[in-house]
């Protein structure tokens, strides 16, 4: 089975000033790691995800995220932040072997102020 | 459609009734997967389909949940005899690719239960 802490549960900053959204995770076998977005009053969507290859994925708005698999960790960035990016993010992770089965982290509400 | 459908997008009940939850994924979709959402929690998943059958159906948390699909297309989420912990916004997601978690979330059915 696998499981997914993310560390922090609300993330305020200032606009414009940088963010790490920090994630975890624990599985018995090799996994797949995504980063998923819910802007207020809309469903989840997709931001980015690392299957296989180059451990530094990005998003089209400036998001990255990095696979450690040495620290079992999949912290979501960006350097510089939009109050457009307020949102609850949500790490999740699948095992490669199984279907598509999704465990998601508790989420982590970023709130960016003017 | 364009998207996850689901319906009813609010549902008020009194403890004790049942409730039925549709969701209409996007065409041509085979995986169908059913989530459930807490307040102040993570995602919490329930079933999940290929086709019309139910690979994993380990998260029902008990015997008075049930989901069926029908046509390898829509699918309805029946909760029997609503208890008050079952409020929660209830969401359904759908995959085109079998193994790589990139799911289409609905924006979910809201559940009161007094």
């Known amino acids: ?114 | 459609g364009a998207g996850v459908s689901q319906s009813p997008s609010n549902k008020v009940t009194e403890k004790g009734k049942d409730v039925e939850l549709r969701c209409d994924p996007i065409s041509g979709h085979t995986a169908l997967y059913w989530y459930r959402q807490s307040l102040g929690q993570g995602l919490e998943f329930l079933i999940y389909f290929q086709g019309n059958s139910a690979p994993d159906k380990s998260g029902l948390p008990s015997d008075r949940f049930s989901a069926e699909r029908t046509g390898g297309s829509v699918s309805t989420l029946t909760i029997q005899r609503t208890q008050q912990e079952d409020s929660a916004v209830y969401l359904c997601a759908s995959s085109l690719a079998v193994n790589t978690g990139e799911l289409f979330f609905g924006e979910g059915s809201r559940l009161t239960v007094l």
């Open chain 1, 1 to 114: 089975a696998q499981s997914v802490t993310q560390l922090d549960s609300q993330v305020p900053v200032f606009e414009e000033a940088p963010v790490e959204l920090r994630c975890n995770y624990s599985s018995s076998v090799s996994v797949y790691l995504f980063w998923y977005v819910q802007y207020p009053n809309q469903g989840l969507q997709l931001l980015l995800k690392y299957l296989s290859g180059s451990t530094l994925v990005e998003s089209i708005n400036g998001f990255e995220a990095e696979f450690n698999k040495s620290q079992t960790s999949f912290h979501l960035r960006k350097p510089s932040v939009h109050i457009s990016d307020t949102a609850e993010y949500f790490c999740a992770v699948s095992a490669r072997t199984s279907g598509s089965r999704l465990t998601f982290g508790e989420g982590t509400q970023l709130t960016v102020n003017p």
